[in-house]
Antibody, heavy 118, light 108 residues
């Protein structure tokens, strides 16, 4: 069971971006996958989550409207996207899946570092 | 939103000694509480879920306790590889499933 994320990105303010998280070794459609932000030197922030089976999505109100979460169960991949990046979006982004019978994140991706700078 | 507060922010302990980390919720989360370990440059790793159940492959020196609003992670005899940052997370009420701000466990 693993989640493999796309590689590091360097972008300019105002640019768009979509990062990915591919699951393998388990029934991708049957487990919620969430996104977690970690700004440099800071703690973990729960951004939102998607159930790939029916694309049910829940956002942290703090991130609602700032990012879009989606998934394509046919290729076992979840996405996190921005339409207009800001310097304050500079952070490491992790995807992670829920466990069986509990909603803690039992499997994490390796993280995608997003750097936004002019 | 449920606020999770961890204490202390930094804990200095010698190898071989016991470490006790605390996590408090702003309202009851029953036993829907997880603990994670994060080492520099690595993704977090699940240690404990449902407040007291060790995740797969986690050594027995890690134990969790508590329910409602007060929780504890205990590491019975610290090994060198245990020095890291530890986070609690509630998954009782969403969105969001909130994390604590972390406790850094450092070598004394």
């Amino acid at each position: 069971v693993q989640l493999v994320q796309s590689g590091a990105e360097m972008k300019k303010p105002g640019e768009s971006l979509k990062i990915s998280c591919k699951g393998s070794g388990y029934s991708f459609a049957s487990y919620w996958i969430g996104w977690v932000r970690q700004m440099p030197g800071k703690g973990l922030e729960w951004m939102g989550i998607i159930y790939p089976g029916d694309s049910d999505i829940r956002y942290n109100p703090s991130f609602q409207g700032q990012v879009t979460i989606s998934a394509d169960k046919s290729i076992s991949t979840a996405y996190l996207q921005w339409s207009s990046l800001k310097a304050s979006d500079t952070a490491m982004y992790y995807c992670a899946k829920h466990g069986t019978g509990y909603d803690a994140f039992n499997i994490w991706g390796q993280g995608t570092m997003v750097t936004v700078s002019s | 939103e449920i606020v999770m507060t961890q204490s202390p922010a930094t804990l200095s302990v010698s190898p071989g000694e016991r470490a006790t980390l605390s996590c408090r919720a702003s309202q009851s989360v029953t036993d829907n509480l997880a603990w994670y370990q994060q080492k520099p440059g690595q993704a977090p790793r699940l240690l404990i879920y449902d407040a007291s159940t060790r995740a797969t492959g986690i050594p027995a020196r890690f134990s969790g306790s508590g329910s409602g609003t007060e929780f504890t992670l205990t590491i019975s005899s610290l090994q060198s590889e245990d020095f890291a940052v530890y986070y609690c997370q509630q998954y009782d009420n969403w969105p969001p499933y909130t994390f604590g701000q972390g406790t850094k466990l450092e070598i004394k």
